[in-house]
């Protein structure tokens, strides 16, 4: 397809107006000439088990099954943009257009009743109406996408949550002028939170790169978009995870392209894209905004965060199966799990002692020790040996990642809150938390656990 080198070349022959309302996140409706299309639709809150809408919102789910979409697209599968309990009110008729490497996925969404189910190929152009949807390569291709939406002679670029690469922005910008950019505004320390001791606090403000990108792209319009979540009120995540405020974001991307105009659309919230600039337009009444909506991030460093027996008394007690699958865990399924990972980097290639810490709702630890030598994993004794790595967990949240496929983001895991010994200390300079044996056996090899246990509890509904 040519570069959209001028505005007349893609001017679609009709006059009708483009309309982009915000939902969740990374949630759109796009709106053109009597067609509507969507992207990464999340109508839930909490959404991915702990992530609360911010500012808050609900969501009239009897409107939303009333709602016809002409297509919906999906950038990618994390649990926050591709929800099977969300896209379970929709029509299921409605064309789902999904960027994923994994058929499995797809294979669920038919389960789910979708007839018109589709993988989406890069630079492959989808026509919807009077759209043209274009998925755009992101750093991470074989995770996510990013759209490219054209409509009424407009050109936007839905970032979505992708880093771009120097390639890809040539070519973007090759598709340029840009008229909105949508773009994740947040850098979100999503594994520095999981070993606070071991991390510095991030800077408050946006990675240099991102300036250069969106000077590159000149858009004369930027969304800070693809966040608008934080945790439950207690967690010390809300002042440790989210860094860059909207005001920074605002404040820097307004000194580095003068000529563009930052604008913020929180949930419902709706405006009109022309060639004479962006205009108010009726909010989607199905989802609905409660309290104050301009509402802001604060950042707090690392935040003294506290013990993981203060955490695991938020959440209530286990059953006595629950308990006993845990503790089957890890006494039997993680060793056997153990040697089918494999690790990032060297730490784990000689022995190690590795102690796991299980908490109870009343911040009681259950402990657990392994030798760790090659794909080994044996019990053995507290005392069996120094101490080599070492991660804690609630016991709520370790089941609810057996049985309900919750994501790391959400578990409030712990990786190595302590010093070991010098040679270990030393050497652990080298290693990635993703190291973490609990990590590796619960996600190393494992696709769409979240969206599989929706699917269970969906399908086992009565009707």
């Given amino acids: 397809m040519p570069p959209f080198t001028g505005r007349a070349l893609y001017m679609k022959e009709f006059t009708a107006e483009l309309t982009i309302s915000r939902i969740l996140h990374a949630g759109y409706v796009f709106e053109c000439g009597g067609c509507r299309i969507a992207f990464d639709t999340i109508f839930e809150n909490p959404f991915s088990r702990n992530c609360h809408a911010f500012p808050d919102v609900r969501f009239d789910l009897d409107a939303i099954r009333r709602q016809r979409f002409d297509a919906v697209f999906i950038s990618h599968f994390h649990d926050d943009h591709c929800s099977l309990e969300s896209l379970d009110l929709l029509e299921r008729a409605t064309p789902i257009y999904l960027y994923c490497q994994f058929e499995a996925l797809f294979d669920m969404l038919r389960q789910l009743g979708f007839t018109n189910v589709h993988a989406l190929a890069l630079d492959r152009a989808v026509e919807v109406g009077p759209f043209t949807v274009i998925p755009r390569e992101a750093m ?128 419902s919230v709706s405006m009109r894209l022309d060639a004479a600039g962006l205009h108010p337009a009726p909010p989607l009444d199905w989802v609905i905004p409660v309290g104050e909506q301009d509402v802001d991030y604060p950042y707090a460093g690392n935040a003294a965060p506290p013990p993981t027996g203060e955490i695991a008394r938020h959440f209530a007690p286990l059953g006595a199966r629950e308990q006993a699958r845990v503790d089957e865990y890890c006494r039997q399924g993680l060793v056997a799990k153990y040697g089918d990972t494999d690790a990032g980097s060297a ?117």
């Fill in 140 to 267: 991470d291709i074989d995770v996510d996408s990013m759209f490219q939406v054209r409509a009424a002679g407009m050109n936007v670029l839905n970032v979505v949550d992708s880093w771009i690469d120097d390639g890809t922005l040539a070519k973007l910008v090759a598709q340029g002028p840009w008229d909105m950019v949508l773009w994740p505004f947040q850098t979100m320390r999503e594994l520095e939170v999981l070993a606070p001791s071991r991390h510095a606090a991030a800077p408050p403000g946006l990675p240099e790169e991102w300036i250069a990108q969106l000077q590159a792209l000149a858009p004369r319009y930027v969304v800070p978009s693809s966040c608008q979540f934080v945790h439950e009120p207690w967690s010390w995540y809300n002042r440790a995870f989210f860094p860059i405020s909207y005001a920074r974001f605002g404040q820097e991307v307004g000194a580095a392209l003068p000529e563009a105009q930052v604008v913020r659309l929180n949930p």
């Fill in 347 to 463: 730490y784990f290639d000689q022995p190690r002692i590795w102690r796991l810490s299980v908490f109870d709702h009343a911040g009681q630890a259950g402990h657990y020790h392994y030798r760790l030598d090659g794909d080994s994993a044996v019990l053995v004794d507290g005392a069996a040996g120094p101490l080599g790595w070492s991660t804690e967990i609630p016991a709520a949240k370790l089941y609810a990642a057996l049985a309900l496929g919750e994501s790391l983001t959400s578990m409030y895991m712990r990786i190595n809150d302590g010093r070991f010994e010098p040679d270990a200390e030393r050497e652990l300079q080298e290693a990635d938390v993703v190291d973490d044996p609990l990590i590796r056996c619960l996600f190393g090899d494992t696709f769409g656990a979240y969206q599989a246990a929706q699917l269970r509890r969906l399908l086992a509904r009565p009707y």
